[in-house]
């Protein structure tokens, strides 16, 4: 009685891993965005310590071994705040006065699709959330699984909800490229649109200290890896 449940149990967890292990964005993954931005001028983004340009709407950036999570900020650069030892960057932050921002959690599922056909497909479930508040202070620290775009949410176009829309495609699981959601640009404020991202160019350089994430504390057991911020 007791092997069968212990054979049975073995199985369930086999399975488990196997299905989690599928889930897992590993370091050869490359995240894809195709953004139909309303303006011939290169969007900075902040991510992982590095600036990347949304050039033509388009932009790529490595995957780096976390959990099957990532998420978007959409805040005003001059409200990013940074502890810093050394050269490097040890925490993001924001002042909880800051009078907006915009955080979405990314989590990467399954297509419907995917359970019709042999060929598995991913996408995102996208979730509206705060910032996690730094310990032992009323800071918003940011997750270092986070891709910063430094613009005021009013140039995206919202859901009836409240919340930025994004058009979501799904990928091909079996690639190694990972499509990232488009947020939605309001086409109508291309002039403000132009005018604030020279103020983002003009903020940059008091963040060029930011060249090493945040220290991150990993966990591993049955193939499945979780990263989190210490």
Request: with cysteine; hydrophobic share 35%; charged share 20%.
């Amino acid at each position: 009685m007791f092997k069968k449940i212990y054979i049975l149990l073995a199985l369930f967890m086999g399975c488990f891993s196997l299905h989690a292990n599928n889930l897992y964005l590993n370091e050869n993954n490359y995240c894809i965005g195709t953004w139909d931005v309303p303006t011939s001028q290169s969007i900075p983004l902040i991510y992982q310590g590095e600036i990347i340009k949304v050039t033509n709407g388009t932009f790529c950036t490595k995957m780096p071994r976390f959990q099957n999570s990532i998420a978007l900020l959409f805040i005003d650069i001059k409200y990013i705040k940074f502890d810093s030892e050394g050269n490097n960057v040890s925490t993001l932050y924001i002042d909880p006065n800051t009078p907006e921002y915009e955080y979405y959690r990314l989590s990467k599922i399954y297509a419907p699709q995917s359970y019709k056909s042999l060929e598995s497909r991913f996408t995102w479930r996208i979730n509206q959330d705060e910032l996690p508040v730094k310990r032992g202070t009323s800071l918003r620290e940011i997750p270092s699984n986070t891709i910063i775009i430094p613009l005021q949410s009013q140039f995206f176009e919202h859901t009836n909800q409240g919340g930025i829309k994004f058009k979501v495609d799904d990928w091909n699981a079996s690639k190694n490229l990972v499509r990232l959601p488009n947020p939605v640009f309001d086409k109508n404020s291309t002039t403000d649109l132009d005018n604030e991202i020279n103020e983002v160019y003009c903020a940059l350089p008091t963040l060029k200290v930011i060249h090493s994430p945040q220290e991150m504390v990993t966990l591993r057991a049955d193939k499945v890896e979780v990263s989190f911020v210490k």
